[in-house]
């Protein structure tokens, strides 16, 4: 039996004083109304509805059955317009986890989508932390390699970022550029705690099998702010995403040494837990960040490889 299906007959036949009456403003035949009073009163054990030939009168019990009849069916939809609206007005609170990698890009794009979406409230979290998106409450997250996420998301790449090595102007005028990554012993680092970039950075060149070169590290961080403030004052050598450097290479305010060498690309995906009936709060952000971010190898992302290096410049 559907139970508000039920009710929802119940309250017609009370409001209207009968069952034929209550048929033709429900689309039923008089047995299908007449069946369902029948089945909710045998349901309840409890008598609704006093029926003789003339009229159709409520029970005492039938009249207080109405009255929490009436509460439950506006409640259900009173619920249901709000999922409705839900559906298809874009506001309320949207939850959203990025990695601290990812927060440059936040603090640039975020804005810009407060602006487009006045009824949208955010809640952002930036960690390194491992999360699950479903069990944390997350609408949305921002995960890279370094992060594990659960395999039965909904996946969109945003870009992918080449892994450099980089360093000051005024680092390379005083120390040099290494020119192979077996020179990097003679220069200091700064590097992520992470452990497997702690002790060794992993090279390859021209296809060859990878190999690693052990890095001694004046500065090791989970911040890659605080490392990227490091190199930026001359502190050292540093291994990074190059979109996470805020346009330093564009700018030269860094500059890119050993462009010869590869040490691997990030990948930086969107994950959300459905592509099914998605609050138009989290297809909105969806949409945006396909718009930011069109094409996952556009030269924003990537670090453009120079035929003349600034380095190379300095360091002669």
Known sequence: MDRLQTLRVFVRVAELGGFARAGVVLNMSNAVVSRHVADLERHLGARLLQRTTRRLALTDTGKAYLEKARQILDTFDEAGALAGADATQA???????????FGPELNRI??????????????VTV???EVDIVRDGYDVGIFTNFQPFDASMVVRQLGVSEVVVCASPDYVRRHGAPRTPEELAQHVCLNFSHKEL???????????????????SRVVSNSGDLLRACALDGAGLLLRTSFTLNGDLDSGRLVRLLPDHYLGELDVVM???????????????IDFMIGKFPDP????WRARPRAETPAAALHD
Do not use: N
Request: no cysteine; charged share 30%.
């Open 91 to 101: 506001r309320g609170t949207l939850k959203l986890f990025a990695p601290s990698s």
């Open 110 to 123: 975020l804005p810009e989508y407060l602006r487009s979406q006045s009824g949208i409230r955010l809640e």
């Open 127 to 129: 960690s390194d932390h």
């Open 198 to 216: 702690r002790h060794a950075w992993v090279f390859a060149q021209g296809g060859k099998e990878r190999f690693r070169i052990p890095v001694s």
């Open 271 to 285: 994950a959300y837990p459905s592509r099914r009936q998605l609050p138009a709060r989290l297809r909105t952000f």
């Open 297 to 300: 190898r556009e030269d924003g």
